[in-house]
Structure formats: structure tokens, C-alpha cells
């Protein structure tokens, strides 16, 4: 098979097919105008790839045996068309061993030639157009778009033509871009190494192919840049200058961005190289200032060059005078003005601001705009960003006019706080600025990506129906190494439609396909969501000894083991890759789970250290000492990125201290070893005993050693420690008196520790629930009775679905049994969002709310519960905000036929639950439920808003314990039938 017919397109899969004979009396495009135009219907159909290595017929030979066909771009063209044009050529030769010949002033003498140009700049592309060679349709007059088209005879003595054509400036660099993608070349070849196939051959296909952008600007944010991307930067570049931001603004162009707000953490691009904003606009990215620093002002510039305090009451002329020098500074390139005001340092105004200061405020900058610009302000777009307590102003009525875009935000953790009301247009439009990064409460994360591309497509999505898409934006921290969720955000910006929530790990894929081949694509993508996935259930940086339960449900075992396998996947692909690749993978792939396994397991050890001091074990120094090393193996796996790979490109990028505990949101200056715990141990060996489930060890505490139940229906293994708590090694041995209970192994020597596993052959246990006592002995006379509790149900023939063992069901969310959508709702699985398994929401996010009947939309669950009469089900949700402002997002509860509890997930609007629900990850809501009877039952989950997000459902039928991800999911019984 054609490699590039096995690769599906990140940025657009969609080609269209148009005929080369346009129909005769089209008006075509003249000097950038656009006038009515009568087309033939365009015909949409699935293409992995327009270009292959293959020829055919009508296909156009971009390349044949490295000999690439020549480029044609008019040097009355922008000059970031001319620039890309050289980065065209640049990708060809990098392919395929050959640079094609570039001319700016006669079409080349061949056969086959690439014509490149912008309607109304290029006299060629307009004279294909007046000569009915290409249609314009669809293409002139909009924003950003281009065609790319195979064309017959479009000049004498050329018989064959590639056209890529742009409605703009963007829309023909986008269309070159474009090409080199489908050649080949990612847009992280530079920013991470991924290096280029070379293929000798390379054919476009004939259909003809028209893209344009959904969201209007499209951008990332560099901040919160020290130390990390401030100390590469200083080493690589002498500072924050045009040549650095030169690399920045290609990234984003490849990846059909258009949008940067710069480093400004000291820092200002306007000021610190004068040559770094007129790059900018030459290159065709438009330049924007956060959401603090009005009139293209730097806020450092403010501590540079200001006078008095940042107060508009006491010193409005000094400020209108600064906030003036800034758009003169402008100098007409193409940016976008931020109005408003907040307080120094990106902090609020005073407290109590009166909203007639800020309309005062924002009034009086647009009339400095106007002044400086001659043009009417609304003639030059401007943002008003709703950040934080800005956003109190707007839902307290402070209004800006029509042509000011409305800047939504998210809550710093990827919540989206407000969007638009429904069907409310404005002129400027609306957007919204997320974060991958920030720095401030409850706790900053900076080091590594802690995002899920599944909840930026939830959120986005969203924000997408409401109408909010004139500008998305997003806080990158250091840009590396958020270069998954960077592709993602931009991708899905360019065209929300293109993916869908069951195609998002189709879209793992074909990135991990487009960095590393197609060989060990479905296999990296896997580790992108999944590690993804991981490290979103607690940023790095808030981890601590504490987060997972040592003794409940193996929680913090499993933690430690997944994450250490997916590190032992990763490293056995890097082994296997290339060597060519390993840069890139190291950067990409391999140490961002292997430093993310290393730092959990270094936290899990550490609270084992602790709690074995507690009980004197003897296996407490070695922990010591494993902590230790996992500190030190963190040191080691920086070191690597900083030194060892692409010959030291990288040093200082991964800088950023990410082990230690501040007793605040601010990140520790450097990384600091978590306190461990050491013992003087005695000569003689001591024997203890600790069970599953409990901190306490034996013969020492003073209560009975129960293990948890061993259920029929799970879990079918318990664990004992018989541990050693000093220097000598012992002898122990195990007796139990019910043949059908085992335990492994059942005598052996110990040196430290030794684990037993308890298990059951539940052909031979008897029905009914029965405690067996485990009698371990051990040196000096000492023995240990531990009594196992196993339960087998009578009527197990009777069970069907989710089986209560241990005093609880853990469902996630979908494995439902049924799902029952009243049109328009319709349920939605978003694979792998949230903390263990995917997510279940609804669509049309935009429909109305839904009174809760017995016939509204709804999952059901089967569950089996055994004695209790009275339940709690804990819902585990997404911790989305309530960005409608209508009181919060509700859903229905019930159990069977009973009457169905309406549930707020956002009842507690505090602070503090905030706090929670971002640092967990997830917000636990409960309901309360009676039981007539045990055995079969059947949760019903109710939508009533939408926005609603369920990650899993658990019952506590008085017997669950304390854990942070809830007990892994209980055992299910298919039932005879899926009805509820």
C-alpha cells in the first residue's frame, strides 16, 4: 500500500472534486473583489491524502525520481508568501534529496510547474481566474482560505500546473504549509526534531481542494516562560529577540495558527527587538497582548518607563500618554487591541471598582485608537478579555461596544467560565482563552502537559455551538513540551466539525502516525491518551505521600504499576525506533511518562517509607534509599533532555522545579527530596503482620486482623505482609483449615518483607458468607491469626449486572445498559475523558433544559445489591462551571421506578469547593436512596441540563472506604436482557 494513502490529515480530511470545465459566464475575482458567481455543486468525499507516491492519471508529479517540479510564486506577492515559498522549496529538498528551482519573475520552462499566489497579488493567479483555468468560488473573498488544484494546460508550453491559491496572505502560506504536510513534514520538525522521510516520488491527486478557517484568530500564549523557556531561550538565543520569535511564528503558521500573544513575564517583544513585531506582521501572525496589558503595552514596559502608580483615578494622563505611545508603536501592523484594565501585575483592581471607571476607561482608550489610527475604533479589532473578576463586571452589566471582541475564559484549570448566551451575535464576536499552564492557585502547574485533548474537545465543542469562535487562544507555559495539546487545540480551531468525540483517539493516531511513521502510530497514540489521561487526575505538582490510600482498593499500587508499565511500553518503543527518531520520541513521548511514572512512584514509595517506620519494618531504610534514587533518576532523565539529546538543542527547556511541597500555590524554587524516615533496627528478627485495608500491624494492635471480604463476585484476592522488623532473617510458615482457601506462598524465609496472596477456588467454597481463620507463625513462638471473610451468594444463577461485593458498586460511566435519548438529545461516549474510564454527556450541548419524566433521557445501570436498605451514589463529574450563569447544571437521580431526585452540581458555588473539584479533578456530588429489597435494581442517570459530564457512578451500600479515585469498577453479570 502508498504509505500516504494509509495517512488520514490532521488539519482537513475532507477533498473536494470540482470539474476543470467551469461553467462558461463566470465572474471571476479582479483586484481582490469579489463579485456573484454561478458554480458547479462541489462534491465532498473521504481522502487520507491528496498527495502519493504513486503516479496515476491526471495526477500531477509533484516529484519523480527526486527530481521535484518547479515553484512559481510572483515577487508581487506578500513577502510571507515569498518567505513560505523558500520554506516550500526547503521541504521539497528535504524529502526528496532535490531543491526545486524557485522563480519570482518568469514562469519556469517546464512541463509541470507549482503556481502559487494570492488572488488580487499574484497577476498569474488572477489571469487562471479571468481565463476560467481555476474557480475562485468558495475560496475569494474569505478569510484565510485557499484551493489547491491539479490544472490542464493553464499556460502555453506548460501542459500541467499544481495552483495553490489563498484568498489572503495566511490563506496562501496556509496552502503551501499544507503541502509540506502532506509531503511529510511535520510542523514540529524544528521545535522537536522530528525528522523528514525522504520519498523520490510524490503525486497529487486531481480533485481540487478548498480550506478555510471555523475560528477566526487562532493563537497561543507564552507565559509563565521562567525558568525554563526563559533559560533556553538566554542560551540559545541571547534572548527573547526576532530570531527566536522568528521559530515561533513558523510553528504556528505550519500548524494553520495565526495568533501569538508573547512572553511577558519581564519581558516585552515590541521593546526588547524592535525588529521582533514588523517579523511578525511580514510573516502573517498577528500580534495580541494579554488580557492585562492594554494598547499594546508590555506590563513591563509599565516598571520601565511609568510614572506614579497604576491607578487610573489618580493617574489617567500618564497612563492615556503610555497606553498612546503603544499604539503608535503599532505602526499599522496587524494586531489586536486589548481594552480594559486590571490591576499591576495582572492582579484586581481595587476592590469594590466601580463599572462606570472601566466604561470610562475603555472609552477613553478608543478614543487614543481612533487619534493615533486615524480610522474609526471600530475599524480595528480590539478584545476585552473577562478574566477572572473582569468577568463580575460583565454579569454585573458593564457593557463595551458592538466591534469589541468579548474574551471569555476558562478558570485557569480548563473550565470554561461563561459563553455567550444563545443566538445573542455581536459584531466583534466572542472568544475564549484556556489554559495548559498557570501559575496561582490552588496550586500552579508548569512543568509537563496535564491535559487531556479529550476535555479541551468537550469544552471547545461547546464553546464552538454557543457561537464563541472568533478568537480561541490558549496559555502554552514554556510552548515545550505542550506540543500534544498545542496540535490539538490548533487543529480542532481550524475546523471543530472534523473530529468528533469517537474519533479522538483516531486523532492520537494519526499525529503519533505524522511524527514517527505509521509502524508504532496506533501504539504512541495509545501512550499519548493514556498518559494524558493519568496525569490529569492530579497535576505533578500537587502529588504528595498522601493522594493515594496505601491500604484501599491496591489504589496507590495501581497508580505505581500502570504508570510504570506504560513507562516500560514507551521505552520498548524507543528501543525498536530508528535512531533518527529518538530525539523526537525522547522529547514527545518517553520522558514525559517516564519522569511522570518516576515522580508518582517516587511519592508512593515515599509514603510507604513512612508508614513503615510507623511500624517498625525493616524494609523502611531500602525505601529510603528507593526514594532517593527516583530523586536523583529525575535529575537524570533532565539531564538527558538537556544534554544528551539532538546534540544539546534542548538545554534549560526542562528546568521548571516540580518535586516539593511550598505550603502555597507557588512552585519551589528547585526540586527538594520529600523527608523519608530511617530506623536503628535490632539485631534479632521480630515478626509483623499487616492485612489489606488497614495501617495497623499485628500482634502489636489491639484489635482483631480482618481482612476485607473475599466475594464470589470480586474482588478474588487479598494480601497479607509478613514483615521483618529486624536485621536477622526468619522463617514463617501458614496454616488454614478450609482446603478451599489458599495462601501463597504459604512458608518461606524472610529477609525484610514477604507479600501472601489470599485467593479462593470458588468451585469447592461453600455458599453463604464464612470467616476462616489464617494462622501465620513466625520466630520466637510469635503467630498471627488473620481471619478472611469469604462470601459466595446463594443465588448466583439470579445475579445480573454490577454485583455489590465489600459494600459497594463502582460503575464508570459508560458501560451503562441501556441509553435512552428523547430526540434532540442524544448521549455522547467521549472516550477516555476524566479519571478512570470515558465520560458520558449529551448533544446537542445547545438543547433546552429537560424536564425530568419517566420518559426524558436517561442511562441505566443493572446493579445487585445485596442487604442494605438504604444507599448513597456518589456521581463523579467533570469539573465543569456553570458557564450559562443560570444557577447550575442539574441531573436526575433515582432508583427504579422511584421518584426521580434532582441533583445541582454546582449547590456549592464556594471558593473552596472550587478549589476541590480543579485539584481532584472530578466533583463528587450525593444522593440519597431507599431500598425495599436486595437484588436487582436499576440506577437511572437523568439529563436535565446540558454541560452535564459523568465520569462514573458510585454506590456506597456501608462499606466503602476512603480512596481518591474510588474503588476500581465492579464485576458485571450480563443480564438476560438490556431493558430498564
Not at 524529502?95 to 522563480?103: D, E, H, Q, R
Not at 496589558?293 to 508590555?298: K, S, T, V
Not at 476535555?455 to 507555559?477: C, D, P, S
Not at 506462598?745 to 477456588?761: I, R
Given at each position: 500500500?502508498?504509505?500516504?494513502?494509509?495517512?488520514?490529515?490532521?488539519?482537513?480530511?475532507?477533498?473536494?472534486?470540482?470539474?476543470?470545465?467551469?461553467?462558461?459566464?463566470?465572474?471571476?475575482?479582479?483586484?481582490?473583489?469579489?463579485?456573484?458567481?454561478?458554480?458547479?455543486?462541489?462534491?465532498?468525499?473521504?481522502?487520507?491524502?491528496?498527495?502519493?507516491?504513486?503516479?496515476?492519471?491526471?495526477?500531477?508529479?509533484?516529484?519523480?525520481?527526486?527530481?521535484?517540479?518547479?515553484?512559481?510564486?510572483?515577487?508581487?506577492?506578500?513577502?510571507?508568501?515569498?518567505?513560505?515559498?523558500?520554506?516550500?522549496?526547503?521541504?521539497?529538498?528535504?524529502?526528496?534529496?532535490?531543491?526545486?528551482?524557485?522563480?519570482?519573475?518568469?514562469?519556469?520552462?517546464?512541463?509541470?510547474?507549482?503556481?502559487?499566489?494570492?488572488?488580487?497579488?499574484?497577476?498569474?493567479?488572477?489571469?487562471?481566474?479571468?481565463?476560467?483555468?481555476?474557480?475562485?468560488?468558495?475560496?475569494?473573498?474569505?478569510?484565510?482560505?485557499?484551493?489547491?488544484?491539479?490544472?490542464?494546460?493553464?499556460?502555453?508550453?506548460?501542459?500541467?500546473?499544481?495552483?495553490?491559491?489563498?484568498?489572503?496572505?495566511?490563506?496562501?502560506?496556509?496552502?503551501?504549509?499544507?503541502?509540506?504536510?502532506?509531503?511529510?513534514?511535520?510542523?514540529?520538525?524544528?521545535?522537536?526534531?522530528?525528522?523528514?522521510?525522504?520519498?523520490?516520488?510524490?503525486?497529487?491527486?486531481?480533485?481540487?481542494?478548498?480550506?478555510?478557517?471555523?475560528?477566526?484568530?487562532?493563537?497561543?500564549?507564552?507565559?509563565?516562560?521562567?525558568?525554563?523557556?526563559?533559560?533556553?531561550?538566554?542560551?540559545?538565543?541571547?534572548?527573547?529577540?526576532?530570531?527566536?520569535?522568528?521559530?515561533?511564528?513558523?510553528?504556528?503558521?505550519?500548524?494553520?495558527?495565526?495568533?501569538?500573544?508573547?512572553?511577558?513575564?519581564?519581558?516585552?517583544?515590541?521593546?526588547?527587538?524592535?525588529?521582533?513585531?514588523?517579523?511578525?506582521?511580514?510573516?502573517?501572525?498577528?500580534?495580541?497582548?494579554?488580557?492585562?496589558?492594554?494598547?499594546?503595552?508590555?506590563?513591563?514596559?509599565?516598571?520601565?518607563?511609568?510614572?506614579?502608580?497604576?491607578?487610573?483615578?489618580?493617574?489617567?494622563?500618564?497612563?492615556?500618554?503610555?497606553?498612546?505611545?503603544?499604539?503608535?508603536?503599532?505602526?499599522?501592523?496587524?494586531?489586536?487591541?486589548?481594552?480594559?484594565?486590571?490591576?499591576?501585575?495582572?492582579?484586581?483592581?481595587?476592590?469594590?471598582?466601580?463599572?462606570?471607571?472601566?466604561?470610562?476607561?475603555?472609552?477613553?482608550?478608543?478614543?487614543?485608537?481612533?487619534?493615533?489610527?486615524?480610522?474609526?475604533?471600530?475599524?480595528?479589532?480590539?478584545?476585552?478579555?473577562?478574566?477572572?473578576?473582569?468577568?463580575?463586571?460583565?454579569?454585573?452589566?458593564?457593557?463595551?461596544?458592538?466591534?469589541?471582541?468579548?474574551?471569555?475564559?476558562?478558570?485557569?484549570?480548563?473550565?470554561?467560565?461563561?459563553?455567550?448566551?444563545?443566538?445573542?451575535?455581536?459584531?466583534?464576536?466572542?472568544?475564549?482563552?484556556?489554559?495548559?499552564?498557570?501559575?496561582?492557585?490552588?496550586?500552579?502547574?508548569?512543568?509537563?502537559?496535564?491535559?487531556?485533548?479529550?476535555?479541551?474537545?468537550?469544552?471547545?465543542?461547546?464553546?464552538?455551538?454557543?457561537?464563541?469562535?472568533?478568537?480561541?487562544?490558549?496559555?502554552?507555559?514554556?510552548?515545550?513540551?505542550?506540543?500534544?495539546?498545542?496540535?490539538?487545540?490548533?487543529?480542532?480551531?481550524?475546523?471543530?466539525?472534523?473530529?468528533?468525540?469517537?474519533?479522538?483517539?483516531?486523532?492520537?493516531?494519526?499525529?503519533?502516525?505524522?511524527?514517527?511513521?505509521?509502524?508504532?502510530?496506533?501504539?504512541?497514540?495509545?501512550?499519548?491518551?493514556?498518559?494524558?489521561?493519568?496525569?490529569?487526575?492530579?497535576?505533578?505538582?500537587?502529588?504528595?505521600?498522601?493522594?493515594?490510600?496505601?491500604?484501599?482498593?491496591?489504589?496507590?499500587?495501581?497508580?505505581?504499576?500502570?504508570?510504570?508499565?506504560?513507562?516500560?511500553?514507551?521505552?520498548?518503543?524507543?528501543?525498536?525506533?530508528?535512531?533518527?527518531?529518538?530525539?523526537?520520541?525522547?522529547?514527545?513521548?518517553?520522558?514525559?511518562?517516564?519522569?511522570?511514572?518516576?515522580?508518582?512512584?517516587?511519592?508512593?514509595?515515599?509514603?510507604?517509607?513512612?508508614?513503615?517506620?510507623?511500624?517498625?519494618?525493616?524494609?523502611?531504610?531500602?525505601?529510603?534509599?528507593?526514594?532517593?534514587?527516583?530523586?536523583?533518576?529525575?535529575?537524570?532523565?533532565?539531564?538527558?533532555?538537556?544534554?544528551?539529546?539532538?546534540?544539546?538543542?534542548?538545554?534549560?527547556?526542562?528546568?521548571?522545579?516540580?518535586?516539593?511541597?511550598t505550603g502555597n500555590w507557588r512552585a519551589p524554587s528547585e526540586n527538594e527530596m520529600p523527608e523519608v524516615e530511617t530506623l536503628d533496627l535490632p539485631s534479632d528478627a521480630d515478626m509483623g503482620v499487616a492485612i489489606e485495608g488497614s495501617t495497623k500491624w499485628w500482634p502489636h494492635a489491639d484489635t482483631a486482623a480482618v481482612l476485607p471480604p473475599l466475594h464470589h463476585n470480586g474482588p478474588h484476592s487479598r494480601s497479607i505482609e509478613v514483615f521483618n522488623r529486624g536485621q536477622e532473617p526468619f522463617e514463617y510458615?501458614?496454616?488454614?483449615?478450609?482446603?478451599?482457601?489458599?495462601?501463597?506462598?504459604?512458608?518461606?524465609?524472610?529477609?525484610?518483607?514477604?507479600?501472601?496472596?489470599?485467593?479462593?477456588?470458588?468451585?469447592?467454597?461453600?455458599?453463604?458468607?464464612?470467616?476462616?481463620?489464617?494462622?501465620?507463625?513466625?520466630?520466637?513462638?510469635?503467630?498471627?491469626?488473620?481471619?478472611?471473610?469469604?462470601?459466595?451468594?446463594?443465588?448466583?444463577?439470579?445475579?445480573?449486572?454490577?454485583?455489590?461485593?465489600?459494600?459497594?458498586?463502582?460503575?464508570?460511566?459508560?458501560?451503562?445498559?441501556?441509553?435512552?435519548?428523547?430526540?434532540?438529545?442524544?448521549?455522547?461516549?467521549?472516550?477516555?475523558?476524566?479519571?478512570?474510564?470515558?465520560?458520558?454527556?449529551?448533544?446537542?450541548?445547545?438543547?433546552?433544559?429537560?424536564?425530568?419524566?419517566?420518559?426524558?433521557?436517561?442511562?441505566?445501570?443493572?446493579?445487585?445489591?445485596?442487604?442494605?436498605?438504604?444507599?448513597?451514589?456518589?456521581?463523579?463529574?467533570?469539573?465543569?462551571?456553570?458557564?450559562?450563569?443560570?444557577?447550575?447544571?442539574?441531573?436526575?437521580?433515582?432508583?427504579?421506578?422511584?421518584?426521580?431526585?434532582?441533583?445541582?452540581?454546582?449547590?456549592?458555588?464556594?471558593?473552596?469547593?472550587?478549589?476541590?473539584?480543579?485539584?481532584?479533578?472530578?466533583?463528587?456530588?450525593?444522593?440519597?436512596?431507599?431500598?425495599?429489597?436486595?437484588?436487582?435494581?436499576?440506577?437511572?442517570?437523568?439529563?436535565?441540563?446540558?454541560?452535564?459530564?459523568?465520569?462514573?457512578?458510585?454506590?456506597?451500600?456501608?462499606?466503602?472506604?476512603?480512596?481518591?479515585?474510588?474503588?476500581?469498577?465492579?464485576?458485571?453479570?450480563?443480564?438476560?436482557?438490556?431493558?430498564?
Open positions: 500500500m502508498d504509505p500516504h494513502q494509509s495517512m488520514r490529515r490532521l488539519s482537513s480530511r475532507r477533498a473536494f472534486s470540482f470539474p476543470l470545465r467551469i461553467l462558461a459566464g463566470l465572474v471571476f475575482l479582479l483586484a481582490g473583489t469579489v463579485s456573484s458567481l454561478t458554480v458547479l455543486e462541489v462534491e465532498a468525499q473521504d481522502s487520507p491524502s491528496y498527495v502519493v507516491t504513486e503516479d496515476g492519471p491526471n495526477r500531477f508529479p509533484l516529484s519523480m525520481q527526486g527530481n521535484p517540479a518547479p515553484l512559481y510564486v510572483s515577487g508581487d506577492d506578500h513577502k510571507g508568501v515569498l518567505r513560505t515559498a523558500n520554506d516550500l522549496q526547503a521541504d521539497l529538498k528535504e524529502v526528496t534529496g532535490t531543491a526545486p528551482s524557485l522563480s519570482t519573475q518568469d514562469v519556469p520552462s517546464a512541463n509541470q510547474v507549482v503556481l502559487i499566489g494570492t488572488f488580487g497579488k499574484s497577476p498569474l493567479i488572477d489571469r487562471l481566474v479571468t481565463e476560467q483555468k481555476i474557480n475562485p468560488a468558495g475560496v475569494a473573498g474569505r478569510w484565510e482560505a485557499f484551493l489547491t488544484q491539479v490544472v490542464e494546460d493553464p499556460l502555453p508550453g506548460v501542459e500541467q500546473a499544481l495552483v495553490i491559491a489563498g484568498s489572503d496572505k495566511r490563506g496562501t502560506i496556509y496552502g503551501m504549509y499544507d503541502l509540506a504536510e502532506e509531503i511529510g513534514v511535520s510542523p514540529w520538525k524544528w521545535w522537536a526534531d522530528v525528522p523528514v522521510k525522504q520519498q523520490a516520488n510524490l503525486h497529487v491527486l486531481p480533485n481540487r481542494r478548498t480550506e478555510s478557517p471555523a475560528v477566526k484568530y487562532r493563537g497561543i500564549f507564552l507565559n509563565d516562560e521562567n525558568p525554563a523557556l526563559f533559560n533556553w531561550v538566554n542560551e540559545t538565543f541571547g534572548g527573547f529577540n526576532h530570531e527566536f520569535y522568528a521559530k515561533v511564528y513558523e510553528l504556528i503558521l505550519r500548524q494553520k495558527g495565526n495568533y501569538l500573544w508573547p512572553a511577558m513575564w519581564g519581558k516585552s517583544l515590541f521593546d526588547d527587538d524592535s525588529l521582533s513585531h514588523p517579523l511578525a506582521d511580514e510573516y502573517g501572525v498577528v500580534i495580541g497582548t494579554s488580557h492585562h496589558e492594554p494598547l499594546m503595552r508590555a506590563h513591563v514596559e509599565w516598571d520601565r518607563y511609568g510614572n506614579g502608580p497604576w491607578n487610573y483615578r489618580t493617574n489617567a494622563d500618564t497612563l492615556r500618554q503610555f497606553w498612546r505611545e503603544g499604539m503608535e508603536r503599532m505602526n499599522g501592523y496587524e494586531s489586536t487591541v486589548a481594552v480594559g484594565m486590571r490591576g499591576d501585575g495582572d492582579k484586581a483592581m481595587t476592590e469594590g471598582t466601580a463599572i462606570d471607571l472601566l466604561e470610562r476607561i475603555v472609552s477613553d482608550q478608543r478614543d487614543i485608537i481612533e487619534d493615533v489610527t486615524g480610522k474609526d475604533a471600530s475599524e480595528v479589532p480590539q478584545v476585552w478579555a473577562l478574566y477572572k473578576e473582569v468577568l463580575d463586571y460583565y454579569d454585573q452589566g458593564m457593557e463595551v461596544p458592538e466591534d469589541v471582541t468579548l474574551l471569555f475564559a476558562d478558570d485557569n484549570w480548563g473550565n470554561i467560565r461563561r459563553l455567550p448566551a444563545l443566538n445573542t451575535p455581536r459584531d466583534g464576536g466572542y472568544g475564549v482563552y484556556y489554559h495548559f499552564d498557570y501559575v496561582g492557585g490552588p496550586n500552579s502547574y508548569k512543568w509537563i502537559n496535564v491535559t487531556q485533548n479529550e476535555r479541551v474537545w468537550e469544552q471547545m465543542h461547546t464553546a464552538h455551538r454557543y457561537g464563541a469562535n472568533r478568537l480561541w487562544i490558549t496559555n502554552v507555559g514554556d510552548l515545550k513540551p505542550m506540543e500534544f495539546p498545542i496540535s490539538f487545540f490548533l487543529d480542532y480551531a481550524w475546523n471543530p466539525d472534523e473530529w468528533s468525540a469517537e474519533e479522538l483517539p483516531e486523532y492520537s493516531r494519526q499525529w503519533a502516525n505524522q511524527q514517527f511513521g505509521p509502524e508504532h502510530a496506533s501504539e504512541i497514540g495509545d501512550l499519548m491518551d493514556t498518559y494524558t489521561k493519568y496525569n490529569s487526575r492530579r497535576t505533578p505538582e500537587m502529588l504528595s505521600p498522601d493522594t493515594y490510600s496505601l491500604t484501599n482498593y491496591r489504589e496507590a499500587e495501581r497508580i505505581v504499576s500502570d504508570y510504570n508499565a506504560l513507562a516500560e511500553k514507551a521505552q520498548k518503543i524507543y528501543d525498536e525506533l530508528p535512531q533518527e527518531y529518538r530525539a523526537a520520541y525522547y522529547q514527545l513521548v518517553l520522558y514525559p511518562i517516564a519522569a511522570s511514572a518516576n515522580l508518582n512512584d517516587l511519592y508512593v514509595t515515599t509514603a510507604r517509607n513512612r508508614l513503615y517506620a510507623q511500624q517498625g519494618r525493616a524494609a523502611t531504610n531500602p525505601l529510603a534509599d528507593s526514594v532517593e534514587a527516583m530523586f536523583e533518576y529525575d535529575a537524570e532523565l533532565t539531564r538527558r533532555y538537556h544534554e544528551d539529546i539532538a546534540d544539546g538543542k534542548w538545554a534549560g527547556m526542562m528546568s521548571q522545579a516540580h518535586i516539593g511541597d510458615s501458614v496454616e488454614t483449615d478450609a482446603s478451599w482457601l489458599r495462601v501463597t506462598p504459604n512458608a518461606q524465609q524472610v529477609d525484610t518483607q514477604q507479600e501472601l496472596q489470599v485467593t479462593v477456588d470458588w468451585t469447592e467454597a461453600p455458599s453463604g458468607r464464612r470467616e476462616v481463620p489464617i494462622t501465620i507463625s513466625g520466630p520466637n513462638g510469635t503467630s498471627v491469626t488473620v481471619q478472611a471473610e469469604v462470601v459466595v451468594p446463594a443465588d448466583t444463577e439470579q445475579i445480573a449486572g454490577f454485583v455489590e461485593s465489600n459494600g459497594y458498586v463502582s460503575m464508570d460511566a459508560a458501560h451503562y445498559t441501556a441509553a435512552h435519548g428523547v430526540a434532540p438529545i442524544e448521549w455522547q461516549e467521549i472516550p477516555n475523558l476524566g479519571r478512570t474510564g470515558s465520560a458520558m454527556t449529551t448533544l446537542p450541548v445547545t438543547a433546552p433544559v429537560s424536564k425530568p419524566t419517566k420518559e426524558s433521557s436517561h442511562l441505566a445501570y443493572k446493579v445487585h445489591l445485596s442487604d442494605a436498605d438504604s444507599i448513597a451514589i456518589h456521581a463523579h463529574l467533570s469539573p465543569t462551571l456553570d458557564y450559562r450563569a443560570q444557577g447550575g447544571f442539574r441531573y436526575g437521580i433515582s432508583i427504579d421506578d422511584s421518584p426521580i431526585q434532582v441533583v445541582n452540581m454546582h449547590s456549592d458555588s464556594s471558593h473552596s469547593a472550587w478549589q476541590q473539584w480543579v485539584g481532584n479533578s472530578v466533583n463528587v456530588e450525593t444522593s440519597h436512596h431507599a431500598i425495599d429489597s436486595p437484588g436487582q435494581h436499576t440506577v437511572k442517570f437523568w439529563r436535565i441540563d446540558s454541560g452535564v459530564v459523568l465520569q462514573k457512578l458510585v454506590i456506597d451500600a456501608g462499606g466503602l472506604q476512603p480512596s481518591y479515585l474510588g474503588p476500581p469498577e465492579s464485576e458485571y453479570v450480563s443480564p438476560q436482557d438490556s431493558t430498564d
